[in-house]
């Protein structure tokens, strides 16, 4: 009996371990493998949403540079129809200019707003560069762990079709016909959930394809799953950290200093500003009699200054700037505690997959091998059906399928720790 069993196949449904390194060994004879890290750097290059970010960030760098620039001066020219007659001759036009030049101080607080926005813009770009991450890792190991099922129940098929052969021997020879029936509906079963499991894979292929805008065949063939366990940090050190290094949360926190700085800049409205003049007077020429400086054109410097009277106006700009300073702050303790609650979701998930990958590697999977073992052997002797070995079989795919579950569960939980605190080492 046990000559009709493919020892390869019993050893790779065993071993988790053992699946692992048939995979690689079976990536390294074809396609090369495609890491995380690849299909991470593959997706930030081609995602048109990161690139506009970027030319956000190098736009509002521009702005730090136009913050202390003087407004442009004003060339005016005025034009008499009909002269003006005057002591040293005519006046025929008057030439213009001037430059306005804001209270000092407010260069200051326009530049302190462009550099905050710059520093705000610059960390919304690192986070949907970690938000993209997230998702990327989410769809691969998914797909990994797809990957791995196919795998496991593959080879569970193929333990099937060879117990069949041998149970359709016995029916031929006056065996019980229902063992065969149930063995092939068995056989169907199983089919049916190869099938699903290819139509998620073709899903989530073409999902991780579109965000690597590649094509499909491009991400066929993924590295194998990563069955590691990672030194664990404690839920408050994470919170601790998160709340110092995550690029979401510093970004808000600019936009509360950016709207400190703008209601400073509301407040000095009521300063005024200064404009400086100079104009220059075309005389024509001068009349018989004039006095020695006739025909010579004067000029003169002017100095004005704004008068901000309307504190009506000032006093609402205050205000209004106020109330998005508060409005700024009550957002970033709301995003906190929303963090913190997906914070604590994947933590609680990290663990608990963590625990399952310990169970079902250390004690369940054992278990139901030797269990498979010795029911092949009963049914070997006659003393157990066909259906006992059935339910072995299944039971040691059940628990093969949870403990890869269980693996991606907690890779994919990591990486969606990392999107939340930043990128730190690890967690």
């Given at each position: 009996?046990?000559?009709?069993?493919?020892?390869?196949?019993?050893?790779?449904?065993?071993?988790?371990?053992?699946?692992?390194?048939?995979?690689?060994?079976?990536?390294?004879?074809?396609?090369?493998?495609?890491?995380?890290?690849?299909?991470?750097?593959?997706?930030?290059?081609?995602?048109?949403?990161?690139?506009?970010?970027?030319?956000?960030?190098?736009?509002?760098?521009?702005?730090?540079?136009?913050?202390?620039?003087?407004?442009?001066?004003?060339?005016?020219?005025?034009?008499?129809?009909?002269?003006?007659?005057?002591?040293?001759?005519?006046?025929?036009?008057?030439?213009?200019?001037?430059?306005?030049?804001?209270?000092?101080?407010?260069?200051?607080?326009?530049?302190?707003?462009?550099?905050?926005?710059?520093?705000?813009?610059?960390?919304?770009?690192?986070?949907?560069?970690?938000?993209?991450?997230?998702?990327?890792?989410?769809?691969?190991?998914?797909?990994?762990?797809?990957?791995?099922?196919?795998?496991?129940?593959?080879?569970?098929?193929?333990?099937?079709?060879?117990?069949?052969?041998?149970?359709?021997?016995?029916?031929?020879?006056?065996?019980?016909?229902?063992?065969?029936?149930?063995?092939?509906?068995?056989?169907?079963?199983?089919?049916?959930?190869?099938?699903?499991?290819?139509?998620?894979?073709?899903?989530?292929?073409?999902?991780?394809?579109?965000?690597?805008?590649?094509?499909?065949?491009?991400?066929?063939?993924?590295?194998?799953?990563?069955?590691?366990?990672?030194?664990?940090?404690?839920?408050?050190?994470?919170?601790?950290?998160?709340?110092?290094?995550?690029?979401?949360?510093?970004?808000?926190?600019?936009?509360?200093?950016?709207?400190?700085?703008?209601?400073?800049?509301?407040?000095?409205?009521?300063?005024?500003?200064?404009?400086?003049?100079?104009?220059?007077?075309q005389v024509g020429d001068p009349v018989v009699g004039s006095p020695s400086d006739g025909g010579?054109?004067?000029?003169?410097?002017?100095?004005?200054?704004?008068?901000?009277?309307?504190?009506?106006?000032?006093?609402?700009?205050?205000?209004?700037?106020?109330?998005?300073?508060?409005?700024?702050?009550?957002?970033?303790?709301?995003?906190?505690?929303?963090?913190?609650?997906?914070?604590?979701?994947?933590?609680?998930?990290?663990?608990?997959?963590?625990?399952?990958?310990?169970?079902?590697?250390?004690?369940?999977?054992?278990?139901?091998?030797?269990?498979?073992?010795?029911?092949?052997?009963?049914?070997?002797?006659?003393?157990?059906?066909?259906?006992?070995?059935?339910?072995?079989?299944?039971?040691?795919?059940?628990?093969?399928?949870?403990?890869?579950?269980?693996?991606?569960?907690?890779?994919?939980?990591?990486?969606?720790?990392?999107?939340?605190?930043?990128?730190?080492?690890?967690?």
């Amino acid at each position: 009996m046990h000559s009709t069993y493919d020892s390869l196949s019993r050893w790779l449904l065993r071993s988790p371990s053992l699946l692992c390194c048939a995979s690689l060994v079976f990536a390294g004879a074809g396609l090369e493998a495609l890491s995380l890290t690849e299909a991470q750097a593959r997706a930030g290059a081609a995602n048109p949403g990161l690139r506009a970010l970027s030319e956000r960030v190098d736009a509002y760098a521009e702005r730090v540079e136009q913050s202390t620039t003087l407004p442009d001066p004003k060339l005016q020219l005025t034009y008499f129809g009909e002269s003006v007659q005057t002591r040293t001759g005519p006046q025929e036009a008057i030439y213009s200019i001037s430059q306005s030049i804001p209270w000092f101080t407010k260069f200051g607080r326009r530049k302190d707003i462009a550099r905050s926005d710059t520093s705000a813009a610059a960390l919304s770009y690192r986070e949907a560069i970690l938000r993209l991450d997230n998702e990327v890792a989410q769809a691969y190991y998914e797909a990994a762990y797809l990957e791995k099922a196919l795998e496991s129940t593959l080879a569970s098929r193929d333990l099937l079709e060879d117990l069949e052969a041998v149970v359709d021997a016995k029916v031929r020879g006056g065996g019980d016909l229902n063992q065969l029936l149930r063995l092939s509906v068995e056989l169907e079963r199983t089919e049916d959930k190869l099938a699903r499991l290819e139509q998620q894979k073709v899903t989530i292929a073409a999902r991780l394809s579109a965000l690597l805008d590649a094509p499909v065949e491009a991400v066929d063939e993924l590295a194998p799953l990563d069955s590691d366990i990672w030194r664990d940090t404690e839920l408050l050190s994470l919170q601790e950290r998160m709340l110092l290094e995550s690029p979401e949360l510093q970004s808000r926190q600019q936009s509360i200093e950016s709207a400190d700085y703008r209601a400073d800049l509301a407040k000095l409205k009521r300063y005024p500003d200064l404009t400086l003049g100079l104009n220059y007077i075309q005389v024509g020429d001068p009349v018989v009699g004039s006095p020695s400086d006739g025909g010579v054109d004067p000029w003169s410097v002017t100095l004005a200054i704004s008068l901000p009277l309307w504190e009506g106006n000032t006093r609402s700009e205050i205000r209004e700037a106020y109330a998005m300073r508060r409005s700024a702050e009550a957002s970033y303790q709301d995003r906190v505690l929303q963090l913190k609650a997906e914070l604590s979701e994947a933590v609680a998930r990290r663990n608990e997959a963590k625990l399952r990958m310990a169970r079902y590697d250390e004690r369940l999977l054992p278990l139901a091998n030797q269990a498979l073992e010795n029911t092949q052997a009963g049914y070997t002797s006659g003393r157990l059906s066909i259906l006992d070995l059935i339910d072995s079989e299944r039971s040691v795919l059940d628990l093969q399928l949870n403990y890869w579950r269980a693996v991606a569960d907690y890779n994919q939980s990591l990486s969606k720790i990392r999107a939340l605190v930043g990128p730190t080492e690890t967690f």
